[in-house]
Each structure stands twice: as C-alpha cells, then as structure tokens.
C-alpha cells in the first residue's frame, strides 16, 4: 500500500524559507520510474506543479519558480525534502506530495498525499 | 495561465453524459505524449481517475472515460451521479523547458 505524508510549519513569515517533508512508504524510490514530486494549490485555484525527483536523483523544477526551489531525497528513510525560499503571501497554498510513474509515453501521478495548508503571513 | 486548456466549467442533469475537453499543443498531447486525468472532490485531495488516455484504475466506475485525438483529450462521464461533482484536471508531460508535469486549468462539474 503506497502511501505519502506531507509535514512542515502551518504558518511562515515572508522573505522566510518554508521546508516540507514528504515520507512515503509501500514503494522505493531506487526503483526504476518511480519519482516524487511537489505540487501545490492556492485557495480556489488551480494545480500546479513544482519540482520532482526521480530514481536516479535526477532532479527538475517548474521554470518560474526554478530559483527559489530544492529537492532532495533521502532514500534510507523514505524522505523527500522542499524547500522554497524568500516566501511571499501568494505562496500561501495546500502543498501535495506526490508519487509519479514515469513511462515512455510521458509522466502521471498514481498517489497523492493529503497535502498540507501553508499560510504566508507576518 | 496553464499549459493545457480547459472549460471552467460544465453542468448536466443527474442521468446525462458529460464531457470535459482538454487542449495542448505540438510540445504535448501533439507531440504523442498521454494525458491523464484526476478527480478533485471538495476539500481532498485529487485522485487519479484516467491514466494513459484511457485507462481506468482499479475502483474507477467504468462510466468515467476517456480518449485522445490530435492536440486535444476528452473525459467523459455517463450516468451522471450527484457524487461525481469535483473538480477535474487533465495533465500530461511537456518537451520544453520544465514540462515534467503540466496541468490544465481545472474543470468544476456540476450536478444540476
């Protein structure tokens, strides 16, 4: 059973960096396609993705946001870390994480986390 | 502004077949890639409804479908039920620059 968990502060103050946690388990990131990624969601808006790692530690990020975003896995415990700095209030959003396969004929997501509501305010 | 375009919004009576489009370009769904879908209902988070097209997952009803011509996909859904209002994202891969994943811009189903 796959299943992923987001962890991270509730509230972040602007200018500051926002660290999210994503511990996964039922699956290994080691494996061949498997990849994990960040996507968040304003309040009554759309989807958007953020970044992703994948089973070779290869790493990509969304180009608008490619200067202020870091991934990074930590295999032996199942971990994939976020960080986002220099936080504005429009970053305020429900930030999922997010299993992705990655197969020849492109990339989907076949579990997601609960996400975790991130507010940017002073 | 998102990748993949889609309508705001739809509607149709409990009963009635919908459908919600999905449009790309030559760097996208043009280019071959898959499109896949997820249903949002309210306060959770998405689920993956439609992968590779056409595929359902376990679990999915089979009245939820989905196809794929040219730059542009299509979910469908019949025998519209009250529980099938959510929000509907189509996404698929991109060739430019950080196209890993690429959205559309959310579809809200209304069941009248």
């Avoid at chain 1, 061949?32 to 808006?45: A, E, L, N, Y």
């Avoid at chain 1, 930590?74 to 197969?103: E, F, G, H, W």
């Avoid at chain 2, 375009?5 to 149709?12: A, C, E």
């Avoid at chain 2, 620059?97 to 959205?103: M, T």
């Amino acid at each position: 059973q796959v299943t992923l968990r987001e962890s991270g502060p509730a509230l972040v103050k602007p200018t500051q960096t926002l660290t999210l946690t994503c511990t996964f388990s039922g699956f290994s990131l080691s494996s061949s396609g498997m990849c994990v990624s960040w996507i968040r969601q304003p309040p009554g808006k759309a989807l958007e993705w953020l970044a992703v790692i994948d089973w070779d530690d290869d790493k990509y990020y969304s180009t608008s946001l490619k200067t202020r975003l870091t991934i990074s896995k930590d295999t032996s415990k199942n971990q994939v870390v976020l960080t986002m700095t220099n936080m504005d209030p429009v970053d305020t959003a429900t930030y999922y994480c997010a299993r992705i396969i990655d197969y020849g004929s492109g990339t989907y997501i076949d579990h997601w986390g609960q996400g975790t509501l991130v507010t940017v305010s002073s | 502004q998102s990748v993949l375009t889609q309508p705001p919004s739809v509607s149709g009576a409990p009963g009635q077949r919908v459908t919600i489009s999905c449009t790309g370009s030559s760097s996208n769904i043009g280019t071959g890639y898959d499109v896949h879908w997820y249903q949002q209902l309210p306060g959770t988070a998405p689920k993956l409804l439609i992968y590779g097209n056409s595929n359902r997952p376990s679990g999915v009803p089979d009245r939820f479908s989905g196809s794929k011509s040219g730059t542009s996909a299509s979910l469908a859904i019949t025998g519209l039920q009250a529980e099938d209002e959510a929000d509907y994202y189509c996404q698929s891969y991109d060739s430019s620059l950080s196209g890993y994943v690429v959205f559309g811009g959310g579809t809200k189903l209304t069941v009248l």
